[in-house]
């Protein structure tokens, strides 16, 4: 069976320093927006540090000064490494460990969508049986393919969100998701994913799940 990887975090970086800036990850370029946007600093530091381009990034400091990015590089270009910002190191820049942060956040959310489905999947078998209400009655008032209803009841697919968005308008449910990554010393952190709605918590040590019927 095929398996998705996980999100490397050089790769994560590439893409925020993208978002962050006018849509380029040249390094230059994202030297000159660090005077306007100092948020940049961080995430470019730890880009350039783990694609390979630190020496670039000297070599650019050299010729277009920035004192507060060079004393981040100066002071953790050399030593940083990744278990640092695993373990959400106090003696590190907040900012830094916050792009930790939004990496793990970003790479396990396929997992937790993957459980939300299945929270969802458990509520509808449960809603049916509650309130007596046939597979067909759902297919015809919602227009949903009655095959593909029975196979994802059946565990035979994930399906897509727009299933998920019709269950929710005839059932009128909402499902919530709460949960806690292992991440020591890291700050809560709250933030709310794609419908189905998953409200996403990062902390430590441990997780909850929940999920509810809105009246």
Not at 71 to 76: F, G, I, S
Not at 157 to 184: A, D, H, Q, V
Not at 201 to 213: G, Q, T
């Amino acid at each position: 069976m095929y398996m998705k990887q996980k999100l490397r975090f050089e790769n994560f970086l590439k893409d925020y320093v993208r978002d962050l800036s006018f849509g380029t990850t040249n390094i230059k370029k994202l030297v000159a927006e660090c005077e306007d946007f100092p948020k940049l600093r961080e995430p470019l530091l730890l880009y350039a540090k783990f694609n390979g381009k630190l020496k670039l990034l000297y070599s650019v400091l050299e010729k277009t000064p920035n004192g507060e990015l060079q004393h981040l590089c100066d002071t953790y270009g050399s030593t940083l490494t990744i278990e640092q910002l695993e373990q959400q190191d106090e003696n590190l820049p907040e900012r830094l460990r916050r792009v930790w942060t939004s990496y793990v956040a970003v790479r396990d959310s396929a997992e937790a969508d993957n459980y939300m489905k299945g929270l969802m999947r458990k509520k509808v078998l449960s809603l049916l049986a509650e309130k007596h209400v046939t597979v067909y009655r759902v297919c015809k008032d919602t227009g949903i393919n009655r095959g593909r209803l029975y196979r994802w009841l059946n565990k035979e697919n994930m399906e897509r969100n727009s299933l998920y968005n019709l269950l929710i308008r005839f059932f009128g449910i909402w499902i919530s998701c709460r949960k806690t990554l292992k991440l020591p010393h890291s700050k809560s952190v709250l933030f709310i994913y794609k419908i189905p709605q998953i409200w996403y918590n990062v902390n430590k040590r441990r997780r909850s799940y929940e999920c509810w019927e809105k009246h």
